[in-house]
DNA sequence: ACAAAAGTGTTTGGAATACACCCATGC
DNA sequence: GCATGGGTGTATTCCAAACACTTTTGT
């Protein structure tokens, strides 16, 4: 039996949906979470993982539920993006999405793509696939908002492990800046934030001198960005 | 008779409005207009102007014929701010407000305000009205993100008349940025961008040595935003 | 002549850049 | 011992900040 349309209104409303952008990196390169599409329309296609916003929810709170339920991934941080409007967007009629964007560490969530969420997959920003909908304008402008904010928001650790080299946080910001970067005077820079934890540990098996591990300091960072600190790069 | 509610869908839909906060600037005071509500919720109070985003309108062009019709401004420079969606944020149920906001020269608009706009009026931000929904927590996040963008875009400039003096343009970003700025620097910062057409005009009828009057090059400042340059005050 | 704002130049310190060599490790 | 990346110091350039006096105009 078909479902009756039965909420009503004086006037027509657009229906409203999340989108998420969901940045892993592994060594080498900046990657997103792509859902494959089960349903029409695009059905195969692969889109950024969202949803319709339920009407006890924010749209934040639809966007984190959508990417649990699709992706597995929770408790990260996200930002709203901007709201996608045009009117063509959506086969299916009027649909206005609020999207954000999310830095998660790849490694956490490789293996639950295959079990919470069967059809998320990680892409290489790229050479990923083309997708869904207006996705790929909501991924340019992700991908625009990331760059810019890197240079002045230490948000580049969300992307890696607890603990990372140097050389790994340097190669992560020459991939999103796209640029390369002077080895010393990086080190020197970041350094001087002093946001960073030495700790007692070092590459294991290289075949070169190991390398100290760090980890990021949050309690420090909360602490500066209240008093209106800058983290320029 | 009543209208009846004759728009049906299968799942429920929030609301979807824009609200728009609209900036000017007169010699000492940056100024947001609001407009008295005249019907309930909130009837007799201050808001930004808004209102319900029609079917066969991106949320920017409903922003844009709302500010119209409510203020009588058009043709401005408009900037998506962020989309509200609290679910207690409006009395009359669920509704999602997308906020942009935009920089017009006020005196263009003060003949205005009596007219096309009979309850739109000028509010400095520091001794505004309270305000309906939770336009005081848009109207706050708009003049963080106003703070943030003056910094590194000129924008500054739509807010000024089309001429004007380096002392009009120092004391804007002094209210702007809520701090004093050394005059000669800031005018070598300026310069340096060289953004500014030096007209054959000075003051007329003033008590101390005139001053020259410029103009915003925009020609320029597009050119250069394509090649990529930074406006970093 | 004086009040009031316009307009300008120089010095100084600190940050950004550019650049080259030694160090530890596994093979 | 050699290949590989880790790790560091210094000289130079440029920009930001601090600062004070002369100029023009109306009254």
């Not at 792509?34 to 339920?54: D, N, Q, T």
């Not at 299916?92 to 969420?117: C, H, M, P, T, W």
């Amino acid at each position: 039996m078909e479902k009756e349309n039965k909420y009503c209104y004086k006037y027509p409303r657009p229906a409203v949906t999340t989108d998420c952008i969901i940045f892993g990196f592994d060594e080498s390169d900046l990657k997103v979470l792509l859902i494959e599409r089960g349903i029409e329309p695009f059905k195969g296609k692969w889109a950024l993982p969202g949803g319709f916003v339920h009407m006890d929810e924010t749209t934040e709170e639809g966007a984190k539920r959508e990417l649990f339920e699709e992706t597995g991934i929770k408790d990260v941080y996200i930002e709203q993006l901007f709201t996608f409007s045009d009117l063509e967007r959506d086969p299916r009629g009027r649909v206005i999405s609020v999207a954000y964007f999310s830095l998660v560490q790849l490694n956490k969530y490789e293996a639950k793509a295959g079990d919470d969420a069967k059809r998320a997959k990680w892409f290489s920003v790229k050479n990923g696939p083309s997708l869904a909908f207006d996705h790929e304008k909501i991924l340019r402008m992700a991908l625009y908002r990331l760059k810019g904010k890197i240079r002045y928001q230490p948000i580049g650790f969300e992307l890696l492990s607890e603990k990372f080299t140097f050389t790994e946080l340097q190669h992560l910001y020459e991939v999103i800046l796209e640029m390369s970067i002077d080895k010393r005077n990086f080190r020197k820079k970041i350094q001087k934030m002093d946001l960073l934890i030495e700790l007692d540990e070092k590459q294991e098996n290289v075949a070169h001198k190991a390398a100290k591990y760090y980890k990021f300091n949050k309690t420090k960072y909360e602490e500066l960005s209240l008093k209106g600190f800058n983290f320029e790069i």
